[in-house]
């Protein structure tokens, strides 16, 4: 059956407990078929999909992407790569003046080739009752996730889709409408009480307790981004409120680097190795 395109839009949802069973071939199909017909710039389409479905390289990949449990369960990983190498190696049989792999408005591009390709493939899915997630962690250790995939020259991963069948029914979460989102011939600051007032409608909701534990860490962690004011004034704030914020739990305690996640040198030397030279 058929499902209107605002009816996939409405019920997406991202999906972290998938039932551990197979996607058929012809779905899985039909999906990929739909990723590649996204489109790309100039319609070179320079992004390449890497199917993953082995347990051992799940397993790997777990580890690497801050050890996301669903990754594993899921059937499918497809990991979206920027891909300037089709183009290398047809410029060796027909030379063309092609400097893509060594400029930052390119590297961009690609990305953004790759991420509307997986975009279009999550919403293609949605509409055959299988859900996703995105899983950006694969670029915070994205040399050894490269290594796993033998991921040549002039090609880097982007972004990882998870997907599979959902074990119940997901409920879409809060998110911003387009009153906050959306600006009307320019840019316009929302007014700083209406903004708190719709990061509290959408995020306020989730309160942690200010343990002796988390607090400390929130505190270490804004003192060594932003120095001693500023992790005082955190703590100040917290405390005064009497709980911890989805925010500061998210910026102070998750999305914190871990052992082994790529600093800028690491990426700079990672990209220098894929025939990347932007970044140097
Ligand atoms: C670029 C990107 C990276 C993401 N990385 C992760 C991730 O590593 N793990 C995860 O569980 N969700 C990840 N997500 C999913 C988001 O957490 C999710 O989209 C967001 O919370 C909104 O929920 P929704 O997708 O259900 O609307 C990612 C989403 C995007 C777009």
């Not at 594993?72 to 060796?92: G, H, M, S, T």
């Not at 027909?94 to 509307?116: C, K, R, S, V, Y």
């Amino acid at each position: 059956m058929s499902r209107d395109i605002f009816d996939i839009i409405n019920h997406r949802a991202s999906c972290r407990n998938f039932l551990e069973k197979e996607i058929p071939e012809e779905i899985m199909n039909q999906l990929l078929d739909a990723a590649c017909k996204s489109p790309s710039s100039g319609g070179f389409q320079t992004y390449s999909i890497i199917k993953v479905t082995q347990k051992e390289k799940k397993e790997q990949l777990v580890k690497l992407c801050r050890n996301q449990k669903f990754i594993e369960k899921a059937p499918v990983n497809l990991v979206f790569c920027i891909d300037f190498r089709r183009i290398k190696r047809i410029n060796e049989v027909e030379p063309a003046p092609f400097i893509e792999t060594d400029t930052f408005a390119n590297f961009w591009i690609g990305l953004m080739d790759a991420a509307i390709s997986a975009q279009t493939l999550c919403l293609a899915a949605e509409a055959l009752q299988l859900k996703t997630v995105y899983v950006g962690n694969l670029i915070n250790r994205i040399d050894q996730a490269a290594a796993l995939l033998n991921i040549p020259e002039y090609v880097c991963p982007v972004i990882m889709v998870t997907l599979g069948y959902p074990v119940s029914a997901l409920k879409p979460p809060l998110r911003y409408d387009r009153n906050i989102l959306v600006h009307e011939e320019t840019y316009q600051d929302m007014d700083i009480e209406a903004l708190m007032k719709a990061y509290k409608n959408k995020d306020g909701q989730q309160k942690i307790k200010a343990s002796e534990k988390l607090v400390e860490k929130i505190y270490r962690t804004a003192l060594t981004y932003h120095g001693e004011a500023y992790a005082e004034k955190c703590k100040k704030y917290i405390l005064d409120k009497g709980y911890i914020s989805m925010y500061q739990y998210w910026f102070g305690c998750y999305y914190i680097d871990e052992e082994g996640f790529l600093d800028m040198k690491g990426y700079q030397a990672f990209m220098k190795k894929q025939g990347f030279r932007w970044l140097e």
